[in-house]
């Protein structure tokens, strides 16, 4: 969400924002409805002098003991009118709140420009690729031969992209996001949060999910919306609040399952774990002060990276361009890890700052402890990891030639001293 003030002292500025994501001018637009939401705003105050005015009348003309009806029939008259300009003036300021509800955020000066995410900018790397005793094989072809991840019955159930984990896949699974959250709380000064995962429309709207995105979110009859991503519920923790600059930053974490329509994914990654509708996430989350907002987003980027250090898994960093950057963020790093059995890097986090940008969205504010007044946070979200795709990593890297999976020795402890799942 944009200051509109912002945008009439700095129209060629928004405008260029918008091209670098390949998208046509706005600037005159917003400025032509925020012109007319003034104006309305001006006329209903005009309309509301006038009415008090009239209303001092005709307590005058009853203190002289004169006859009143012409006054009151004017107040009357005007009451009817002002009715309509308030109307009017809801109508202007809900169209150019709609309008710029629609835009993302301005990409960050150092981001790349580009049209999608082939002009994406590897920053670093981390290990090697693994030396496998035989040949590579994907995740889904490994646990359907070991009987612990099925697809077929998940279909049954609930239809595609879904699955069924059993036995030690499944306690890997639930051991691999214990081993995050303990490293983020322990290590990391994150706070753990069980949020909610339904939430109501202006909590989607805070975060950039609506009404953009509404095709690839769930909604229940009841008009409550299913998570995407724990963002969601632990950014608007703060929506509505002031808080204090001494307490900034707030970081949050939590463990939640997450649901994606994949509007638009036909034919993608139509077999395995890679793209589906419910899958476990680890989410970061950050309240930061603005002046700190940079550090911060290098801060838990090295956060999320750190959880693949620990696994062993090879992975890059890159900085996504303009063309590939999301709605609401202003800068992303998306960290990729190397999966033996697709011979290539897939995103398994990423980590954004979004600038003030949600925090308009949800009125979320700070107050300055050296200065009046109050200011916007910036808000920061990043996965720590994807639980579902880390598992998928440990599957295709870890895999033995006889088809069995090595457990990496740091989770070990939380499958019951488990060495190997054949």
């Not at 928004?14 to 994501?21: E, I, P, Q, T, V």
Request: hydrophobic letters at 40%.
């Amino acid at each position: 969400m944009f200051d509109i003030k912002w945008i009439r002292d700095n129209p060629e500025g928004f405008d260029a924002s918008l091209k670098k994501r390949g998208m046509a001018p706005a600037a005159d637009e917003l400025i032509a409805l925020d012109k007319s939401r003034r104006a309305a705003q001006t006329a209903l105050q005009d309309m509301q002098r006038r009415r008090n005015e009239a209303s001092q009348a005709i307590g005058a003309a009853k203190s002289r003991g004169e006859d009143a009806a012409a006054q009151m029939a004017e107040v009357q008259s005007l009451k009817e009118a002002f009715q309509k300009l308030e109307q009017d003036e809801r109508d202007h300021g809900e169209a150019l709140n709609t309008a710029l509800a629609a835009h993302p955020n301005r990409p960050a000066e150092d981001v790349p420009e580009g049209t999608d995410e082939a002009d994406n900018v590897e920053v670093r790397r981390w290990g090697a690729k693994p030396e496998l005793a035989g040949e590579a094989r994907q995740h889904f072809e490994l646990g359907e031969a070991l009987a612990l991840m099925d697809f077929k019955r998940a279909a049954k159930i609930s239809g595609a992209r879904f699955v069924v984990l059993s036995g030690a896949l499944a306690r890997l699974e639930r051991a691999l996001a214990g081993f995050m959250l303990d490293q983020h709380t322990e290590e990391f000064g994150y706070t753990e949060v069980a949020p909610p995962i339904l939430v109501r429309e202006d909590a989607a709207f805070g975060t950039g999910n609506l009404p953009k995105f509404a095709e690839d979110l769930f909604k229940t009859v009841d008009d409550y919306w299913l998570i995407p991503t724990a963002e969601m519920p632990l950014t608007n923790l703060v929506a509505g609040e002031i808080l204090e600059a001494a307490d900034l930053p707030l970081r949050f974490t939590a463990y939640t399952p997450c649901f994606r329509a994949e509007a638009g994914s036909a034919g993608k990654d139509t077999r395995g774990m890679i793209r589906q509708h419910q899958f476990g996430k680890v989410e970061m989350v950050s309240i930061a002060h603005p002046e700190q907002s940079n550090e911060e987003h290098e801060r838990m980027t090295n956060c999320a990276e750190e959880v693949l250090r620990r696994l062993d898994l090879h992975y890059r960093t890159v900085v996504l361009s303009t063309g590939d950057l999301g709605f609401s963020a202003r800068k992303t790093y998306d960290i990729e890890v190397w999966l033996p059995g697709q011979d290539s890097f897939r995103e398994i986090s990423s980590c954004s700052n979004c600038g003030d940008f949600q925090a308009r969205r949800m009125n979320a504010r700070f107050r300055p402890g050296d200065a009046k007044g109050t200011r916007f946070v910036h808000t920061l979200n990043g996965s720590g990891l994807a639980v579902g795709r880390t598992l998928i990593a440990i599957l295709e890297n870890y895999q033995n030639a006889d088809g069995s999976i090595s457990v990496p020795e740091i989770l070990r402890p939380r499958m019951g001293g488990l060495e190997r799942i054949g």
